[in-house]
């Protein structure tokens, strides 16, 4: 689009970051942005991570697809992990949310290359298998 085209409509979660928004203004692209959703916790969630973790005990990984799942999850991994958290590999779908688990002092084992399943997949097989092989 040239500068001075029509404005556009920035539909957006509560919890967005400014990077999209700051590009188009520094390139004069008007932007009107609204936020159509809230981001929170889900009713069940400590119920159903304390019913996997019984049932399927500590797993090898964990990923995390958006920094408000750090946010509401790893506290909760790290109580039902207990000692055992140490052994669990941790891999991010992309950088944002790796810098949120980093600032949130868990190591990063891998982040996906693209967001996608296959490039997920492939980094968290690569991490393990280095763990087992």
Same mark, same amino acid.
């Given at each position: 689009?040239?500068?001075? #085209?029509?404005?556009? %409509?920035? %539909? ?11 590009? %188009? @203004?520094? @390139? ?9 959703? &809230? ?5 069940? $969630?400590?119920?159903? $991570?304390? #019913?996997?973790?019984? &049932? =399927? ?10 920094? #408000?799942?750090?946010?509401?999850? $790893?506290? *909760?991994? $790290?109580? !039902? #992990?207990? /000692?055992?958290?140490? *052994?669990? @590999?941790? +891999? ?26 296959? /490039? %997920? +997949?492939?980094?968290? =097989?690569?991490? !393990?298998? !280095?763990?087992?092989?």
């Amino acid at each position: 689009e040239k500068p001075n #085209s029509s404005c556009l %409509l920035f %539909l957006c979660g509560a919890l967005k970051r400014e990077v999209l928004p700051t590009v %188009l @203004k520094e @390139k004069g692209i008007p932007l009107e942005s609204l936020t159509v959703y &809230q981001t929170t916790q889900h009713t069940n $969630l400590q119920e159903s $991570l304390s #019913s996997y973790f019984s &049932q =399927q005990g500590i797993p090898a990984s964990v990923v995390f697809f958006s920094p #408000s799942g750090v946010k509401f999850c $790893l506290q *909760h991994i $790290l109580k !039902l #992990s207990g /000692d055992f958290i140490k *052994h669990v @590999k941790f +891999a991010a779908i992309g950088p944002t949310t790796a810098e949120a688990m980093e600032a949130a002092g868990i190591p990063v084992s891998c982040t996906a290359e693209s967001p996608t399943p296959q /490039d %997920l +997949a492939a980094g968290i =097989q690569k991490v !393990l298998c !280095l763990q087992n092989c």
